[in-house]
């Protein structure tokens, strides 16, 4: 094997990584083996993954039986076009599998690679369902500031955070943003999930509601900073959509698949959306594999579409047989190991823990639902002045320790303090979700020194 400061000269010589920084990029990780919560490095130290990845590898690392039947599947077939008039068994076999576990109102799928090609599905499912409708001037797409929807063009005009959009502007037109519902930094003194609902409400009816397409929310916001949303959230805003005559996109991706205790998170409240965007947690990260989970509202109207009207929209590897294959097994295996209920019982634990890290006078807010947590760092607790270059010390004391995690840095969105996001994969047994906490504890300790 190559040395790792040899694998690194190539690296920094021939790959652009994203969100690309040199300086980030002097001493990166090689990262050669993993098993379970545990990541290995090139020089054989041992890490616990403390965000699954980037939030997707759920069942864990090195699941042989995911590496079966992708090995199964490409001996028998690599690939087959699931174009209109042709498709595949896996394809065919997954798509019933979410039909079982998806919200109720749910009859149909389509199939992307990542998530933010789900997004910009789903944007283009709206506007084709009001187009159906004769109602063409309904494309506006309304998001929430802190929301991340991926860097695609119209993913990132519906990103919620400004250093996205810097050096890749102008934005995508018709793309909009209302409040977020924020309990730590909600500006009023009303309930921040019905203050920001009537919020997003009052955009609709300023704009004009036969202008909006869609609204796209994430039921707990990962990227942006784990920001969770009071009880009171959800079920408003699904009634403003329907009293405007809006479609809910939810922004799954993260949260899918049992990050949250459900399969998928608006369950939590109650609530059906029209569309589902989701990728990560589909095959645990093993394969690229995404999709939109289709309600039967918008589902009829691409089956009743007359032929000048048809679903233009198309990828190549939408329905990849290798990917639905492997994709279908891990959703057995989180029905076997019963990983969807233990996100929610070791969740709660993981966020116990955490609570006591309150002690720090760094620490404004310490949130989560099940198996995402985050600790928003501050300067000044009264003012709750954002802390901003701490996480990143914090995140270097927690390396050194041993426990990888994701700091979601305030400098993106300076009006949020640097924010530690932990979202260790589903299985991760008691011992190590005690350790995530033990070592936050001992980094913070470190960094504020």
Not at 39 to 44: A, H, M, N, T, V
Not at 120 to 147: C, D, M, N
Request: net charge neutral; glycine share 10%; proline share 5%.
């Amino acid at each position: 094997m190559e040395t790792a400061s040899a694998l690194i000269a190539i690296d920094q010589q021939h790959l652009v990584h994203p969100l690309h920084f040199a300086k980030d990029n002097e001493h990166p990780m090689v990262v050669v083996r993993a098993k379970g919560e545990k990541i290995r490095d090139i020089d054989g130290k041992e890490y616990i993954d403390g965000l699954s990845g980037l939030w997707n590898v759920n069942v864990g690392h090195g699941r042989k039986e995911l590496a079966k039947v992708a090995a199964k599947q490409m001996n028998e077939l690599a690939f087959a076009s699931a174009y209109s008039g042709a498709t595949n068994i896996p394809a065919i076999k997954l798509a019933e599998k979410l039909m079982q576990i998806a919200y109720g109102n749910t009859s149909a799928v389509y199939f992307t690679t990542a998530g933010a090609e789900s997004n910009e599905s789903a944007f283009k499912l709206a506007r084709y369902y009001w187009k159906t409708q004769g109602k063409p001037e309904k494309v506006k797409i309304f998001s929430r500031t802190h929301a991340y929807h991926g860097v695609t063009m119209a993913a990132m005009s519906a990103t919620g955070m400004a250093a996205y959009h810097k050096m890749f502007g102008p934005l995508v037109p018709n793309f909009l943003q209302a409040p977020a519902p924020y309990p730590y930094r909600w500006p009023g003194n009303d309930d921040p999930g019905t203050g920001a609902a009537d919020a997003l409400e009052a955009m609709i009816l300023k704009e004009g509601a036969d202008t909006v397409a869609a609204v796209i929310a994430e039921p707990v916001m990962g990227a942006g900073g784990v920001i969770v949303p009071p009880d009171s959230y959800f079920p408003r805003l699904r009634q403003i959509c329907d009293r405007h005559n809006v479609l809910l996109i939810t922004d799954e991706v993260i949260t899918g698949f049992g990050r949250t205790g459900r399969w998928f998170a608006l369950g939590h409240w109650g609530v059906e959306p029209d569309l589902t965007s989701f990728a990560k947690g589909v095959t645990s990260a093993y394969l690229p594999l995404g999709g939109v989970l289709i309600s039967k509202r918008v589902h009829r109207a691409i089956l009743e579409a007359p032929a000048d009207q048809k679903f233009m929209h198309a990828a190549t590897y939408s329905g990849h047989p290798v990917c639905s294959a492997v994709g279908l097994r891990n959703i057995e295996i989180i029905e076997q190991d019963g990983l969807v209920e233990r996100a929610g019982e070791m969740g709660k634990r993981l966020l116990a823990g955490l609570e006591g890290l309150r002690d720090f006078q760094a620490v404004g807010d310490v949130r989560g639902l099940g198996m995402m947590c985050g600790v928003e760092l501050v300067e000044d607790r009264g003012s709750k002045k954002p802390a901003i270059g701490l996480g990143a010390k914090v995140a270097k004391a927690a390396l050194d320790r041993g426990v990888l995690i994701r700091i979601r840095g305030g400098s993106a969105d300076p009006a949020i303090g640097d924010t530690i996001c932990v979202a260790p994969p589903l299985m991760t047994p008691v011992r190590s979700i005690n350790r995530i906490v033990s070592v936050l504890g001992e980094a913070l300790a470190e960094a504020t020194r």
